[in-house]
């Protein structure tokens, strides 16, 4: 009988039969490593597989994820009037002087469709250069919040629709913030 050896090492054969079911090992490497580890069954199955780890591993690991670099702000970028943006809802407004209509609330016109419901909040974003909207962030000692949008991606719309028009929001920005938005390049 193949347990006759345990005898000597004074184990238990449940012992035994406990390492070999949870290691797939031999029942002399059973033996071996419960002696080691004074008949303690955790321990020499925890010693076992510290020593044969390929043994046990059989899941497979998929392969790590690429790294990616890439510049989401050029330097010197002026946001305000950009060039025309494929794809964009505000197309047909690029040429229009948000800030003069902010300011002068009579000239201000309503738009229809879904450029009214999906304009930028031109009234709380800054105008000009990431450069300059840090110099006025330290001059006014706020906080510089980058709001980088992508015409592509509807939620980023969405933004425009549910959060920068709220009051509470408006007002806390303005309070804490200097509000610059960017509109990222789609390239052809």
């Given at each position: 009988?193949?347990?006759?050896?345990?005898l000597?090492?004074?184990?238990?054969?449940?012992?035994i039969?406990?390492?070999?079911?949870?290691?797939?090992?031999?029942?002399?490497?059973?033996i071996?490593?419960?002696?080691?580890?004074?008949?303690?069954?955790?321990?020499?199955?925890?010693?076992?597989?510290?020593q044969?780890?390929t043994?046990?591993v059989?899941e497979?690991?998929?392969?790590p994820?690429?790294?990616?670099?890439?510049?989401?702000?050029?330097?010197?970028?002026r946001?305000?009037?950009?060039s025309?943006?494929?794809?964009?809802?505000?197309?047909?407004?690029?040429?229009r002087?948000f800030?003069?209509e902010?300011?002068?609330?009579a000239?201000?016109?309503?738009?229809?469709?879904?450029?009214?419901?999906f304009?930028?909040?031109?009234?709380?974003?800054?105008?000009?250069t990431?450069?300059?909207?840090?110099?006025a962030?330290?001059r006014?000692?706020?906080?510089?919040?980058?709001n980088?949008?992508?015409v592509?991606d509807?939620?980023c719309?969405?933004?425009?629709?549910d959060?920068?028009c709220?009051?509470d929001?408006?007002?806390?920005?303005?309070?804490?913030?200097?509000?610059w938005?960017?509109y990222?390049q789609v390239?052809p």
């Amino acid at each position: 009988n193949e347990y006759k050896s345990y005898l000597r090492f004074n184990m238990s054969q449940d012992a035994i039969q406990q390492f070999v079911q949870a290691t797939g090992t031999t029942v002399e490497k059973a033996i071996q490593f419960l002696s080691i580890c004074d008949n303690n069954v955790n321990l020499a199955v925890e010693c076992y597989v510290d020593q044969n780890p390929t043994d046990n591993v059989s899941e497979e690991v998929r392969a790590p994820i690429p790294s990616r670099v890439d510049r989401v702000v050029e330097e010197r970028v002026r946001v305000g009037r950009t060039s025309k943006r494929p794809g964009n809802v505000f197309d047909r407004d690029q040429d229009r002087n948000f800030r003069a209509e902010h300011q002068n609330h009579a000239a201000k016109r309503k738009l229809k469709g879904l450029a009214e419901l999906f304009k930028p909040p031109s009234d709380i974003s800054f105008v000009g250069t990431l450069e300059d909207a840090k110099f006025a962030g330290k001059r006014q000692d706020k906080w510089l919040l980058v709001n980088v949008q992508d015409v592509t991606d509807f939620q980023c719309q969405v933004l425009n629709r549910d959060l920068w028009c709220k009051p509470d929001v408006r007002q806390i920005i303005g309070q804490y913030f200097i509000f610059w938005q960017l509109y990222r390049q789609v390239l052809p």
